[in-house]
């Protein structure tokens, strides 16, 4: 008998064609679903929950990531102490950043004293909680933008661990989402520095992909970015499965294989 599944999904999250199109699918799978609202500035959830059997999924914000850790769902894909550019960067030779400056957001901006203002830089925090997105900017900027943090209007503060590294060329940047070790599939969102998201249907590309998620993952079930360099294929970065957004992505094949996989589970 497979175990029951129920997809917990954040509606006020990101756009409304996605969140529909993921709701539907769950449904199409033979999964329940239930709506999540996500109040700001609150461990509570906006609306009520009943207890939920099974397997939960929870799709929305990190914000849900944080309050499933809390009720124990099993569908969440997340370790905490794996989803971190140092744990990535000891475990796998093959990082886009591997070689990076880890500090505190205090000491970066000290550190970015010395560097020429106009100079291009790469920062992100070093945990896949998103206090702010991974961005490529210059010195000045990441100086006015973390002198700030005293402001309140962040979140992150002081002591938030950021990695900063020199910006790379990169040629193409795909996402694919992988389940239980499998590569189930993936759309490009930057090509040659431009915004582009195609569906990917080289099967070489696929190739490609399955062998870098052979190797260590943060989580059998995750999203992984990848970027084509003058080095050959690097891993940019791993993201959380229950929190990552879709591009030109198949989202109904994603939530079938993962609702399989779920149900499969004892």
């Known amino acids: 008998?497979?175990?029951?599944?129920?997809?917990?999904?954040?509606t006020n999250f990101i756009a409304d064609e996605q969140i529909r199109r993921v709701w539907a699918a769950a449904e199409d799978a033979g999964a329940r679903v239930q709506e999540i609202l996500v109040v700001p500035f609150s461990d509570e959830l906006g609306n009520e929950v009943p207890?939920?059997?099974?397997?939960?999924?929870?799709?929305?914000?990190?914000?849900?990531?944080?309050?499933a850790q809390k009720r124990g769902w099993?569908?969440?894909?997340?370790?905490?102490?794996?989803?971190?550019?140092?744990?990535?960067?000891?475990?796998?030779?093959?990082?886009?950043?591997q070689h990076v400056r880890q500090m505190s957001v205090r000491e970066c901006m000290a550190?970015?004293?010395?560097?020429?203002?106009?100079?291009?830089?790469?920062?992100?925090p070093v945990q896949d909680f998103k206090h702010f997105d991974g961005?490529?900017?210059?010195?000045?900027?990441?100086r006015r933008w973390m002198s700030s943090v005293d402001s309140g209007n962040y979140n992150f503060d002081g002591d938030t661990e950021v990695i900063v590294a020199p910006v790379r060329k990169?040629?193409?940047?795909?996402?694919?989402?992988?389940?239980?070790?499998q590569v189930v599939d993936g759309s490009s969102y930057r090509i040659a520095?431009?915004?582009?998201?195609?569906?990917?249907?080289?099967?070489?590309?696929?190739?490609?992909?399955?062998?870098?998620?052979?190797?260590w993952l943060p989580h059998r079930t995750c999203v992984m970015d990848v970027a084509l360099t003058d080095e050959g294929y690097k891993v940019i970065e791993f993201n959380t499965?229950?929190?990552?957004?879709?591009?030109?992505h198949d989202i109904e094949k994603i939530v079938a294989a993962t609702t399989r996989h779920f149900a499969a589970q004892a």
């Open 1 to 10: 008998m497979s175990t029951p599944v129920t997809w917990a999904i954040q």
């Open 51 to 67: 207890p939920l059997d099974g397997v939960v999924i929870p799709y929305g914000a990190t914000k849900l990531t944080r309050l």
């Open 74 to 97: 099993r569908g969440l894909c997340f370790d905490e102490a794996a989803f971190r550019v140092d744990a990535w960067n000891r475990h796998r030779d093959d990082m886009l950043n």
């Open 111 to 124: 550190a970015m004293q010395d560097e020429d203002e106009d100079s291009p830089w790469f920062v992100r």
């Open 135 to 142: 961005t490529v900017t210059v010195a000045r900027e990441i």
């Open 170 to 181: 990169l040629h193409g940047e795909w996402r694919f989402f992988v389940v239980d070790g």
């Open 193 to 215: 520095g431009q915004r582009l998201a195609n569906a990917v249907a080289r099967p070489e590309l696929y190739e490609t992909a399955q062998s870098l998620a052979d190797g």
């Open 241 to 248: 499965f229950n929190s990552s957004g879709f591009y030109a």
